[in-house]
Nanobody, 117 residues
Framework: VQLQASGGGEVDSGGSLRLSCVAS????????MGWFRQAQGKEREFVSA????????FHADAVKGRFAISKHNANNTIHLQMNSLKPEDTAVYYC???????????WGQGTLVTVSS
């Protein structure tokens, strides 16, 4: 599975950004997909995840009510709508896919999100 992330950038506190990740290859219908982030000097942490049919969604407590994950099956894309951004959301965001059959994880390249106070 190959993952291509896009949509990062710089925004003022309280602003919004939308990240996208296009998946290709593999058996996509058996992947749980989502986002992790890694701030400078910190460990990578979970942000949000969605099942391939879109029926199951998870969000980290730190982003609940502000971030929303969705998917568009027609073009094998997931989105992360990020609203009410805070400086502590500043991080490199990584698209992730995990096989529900083998538990193998795949990672896309990161996309940098910078929130200015």
């Amino acid at each position: 599975v190959q993952l291509q992330a896009s949509g990062g950038g710089e925004v003022d506190s309280g602003g919004s950004l939308r990240l996208s990740c296009v998946a290709s290859g593999g058996t996509l219908s058996r992947q749980m997909m989502g986002w992790f982030r890694q701030a400078q000097g910190k460990e990578r942490e979970f942000v949000s995840a969605i099942s391939w049919d879109g029926g199951i969604k998870f969000h980290a407590d730190a982003v609940k009510g502000r971030f929303a994950i969705s998917k568009h099956n027609a073009n094998n894309t997931i989105h992360l709508q990020m609203n009410s951004l805070k400086p502590e959301d500043t991080a490199v965001y990584y698209c992730n896919a995990v096989s529900t059959v083998t538990s193998r994880a795949y990672w896309g390249q990161g996309t940098l999100v910078t929130v200015s106070s």
